[in-house]
């Protein structure tokens, strides 16, 4: 009995750890991409939950930086130059970093994608600030959420949730002129790739 139970204790641990098992995280990453225009936007984030807490104000501290969801700072990344909430941003990867109130919320944009949290934050690196009205959800979300929606071909909206607030950032391309061209050039060699495969 001793063997049989051995054995399979044995074939138990080879089972567990030829799989792709980890510890559960406390607040676990996610990725949302959306595809944009020419090209795509993506947001890389920590998910913690509310567990009974007081969020904005107490855990989350009116007036302070906050590192815009749990663990490593959120990326946000943008694959052509967009309007970020007003402001002209480059493509390339960015922190998306908040100072919260209970009006407003001020999103930044800095370009230290790679630490931890704020605690190396630098005001020096920012790329943009945009303040934006806390709209009040009508139920509470659990989860911090964030959710890329597009509602025009060349616009979408970011919005940002997490226990009873809600903060919505419009998006759009930052030059449609230019982007209409590179548009056209590419049906343009799609055009003729199609007509290259036909003969």
């Given at each position: 009995?001793?063997?049989?139970?051995?054995?399979?204790?044995?074939?138990?641990?080879?089972?567990?750890?030829?799989?792709?098992?980890?510890?559960?995280?406390?607040?676990?990453?996610?990725?949302?991409?959306?595809?944009?225009?020419?090209?795509?936007?993506?947001?890389?984030?920590?998910?913690?939950?509310?567990?009974?807490?007081?969020?904005?104000?107490?855990?989350?501290?009116?007036?302070?930086?906050?590192?815009?969801?749990?663990?490593?700072?959120?990326?946000?990344?943008?694959?052509?130059?967009?309007?970020?909430?007003?402001?002209?941003?480059?493509?390339?990867?960015?922190?998306?970093?908040i100072?919260?109130?209970?009006?407003?919320?001020?999103?930044?944009l800095?370009k230290?994608?790679?630490?931890?949290?704020?605690?190396?934050?630098?005001?020096?690196?920012?790329?943009?600030?945009?303040?934006?009205?806390?709209?009040?959800?009508?139920?509470?979300?659990?989860?911090?959420?964030?959710?890329?929606?597009?509602?025009?071909?060349?616009?979408?909206?970011?919005?940002?949730?997490?226990?009873?607030?809600?903060?919505?950032?419009?998006?759009?391309?930052?030059?449609?002129?230019?982007?209409?061209?590179?548009?056209?050039?590419?049906?343009?060699?799609?055009?003729?790739?199609?007509?290259?495969?036909?003969?």
């Amino acid at each position: 009995m001793k063997k049989i139970f051995l054995a399979l204790s044995f074939c138990f641990t080879t089972l567990a750890f030829s799989q792709d098992y980890s510890v559960p995280a406390l607040s676990p990453r996610h990725k949302v991409e959306q595809q944009f225009s020419i090209s795509k936007v993506s947001v890389d984030y920590g998910r913690p939950a509310v567990k009974g807490r007081e969020i904005f104000g107490k855990l989350v501290p009116y007036n302070e930086v906050w590192r815009t969801g749990a663990n490593s700072a959120t990326k946000i990344s943008f694959g052509q130059e967009v309007n970020f909430g007003g402001k002209n941003i480059p493509a390339g990867t960015y922190a998306l970093f908040i100072i919260p109130n209970a009006q407003q919320w001020k999103l930044i944009l800095n370009k230290d994608f790679q630490q931890w949290g704020a605690f190396g934050y630098n005001d020096k690196l920012n790329v943009a600030e945009v303040e934006l009205p806390v709209q009040k959800l009508s139920s509470p979300m659990e989860w911090f959420t964030i959710e890329l929606n597009p509602t025009k071909d060349e616009q979408m909206e970011m919005t940002i949730e997490w226990e009873n607030s809600k903060v919505v950032v419009p998006i759009k391309v930052a030059k449609p002129e230019i982007t209409n061209r590179i548009i056209e050039k590419l049906k343009e060699a799609k055009k003729i790739e199609m007509e290259s495969n036909k003969k």
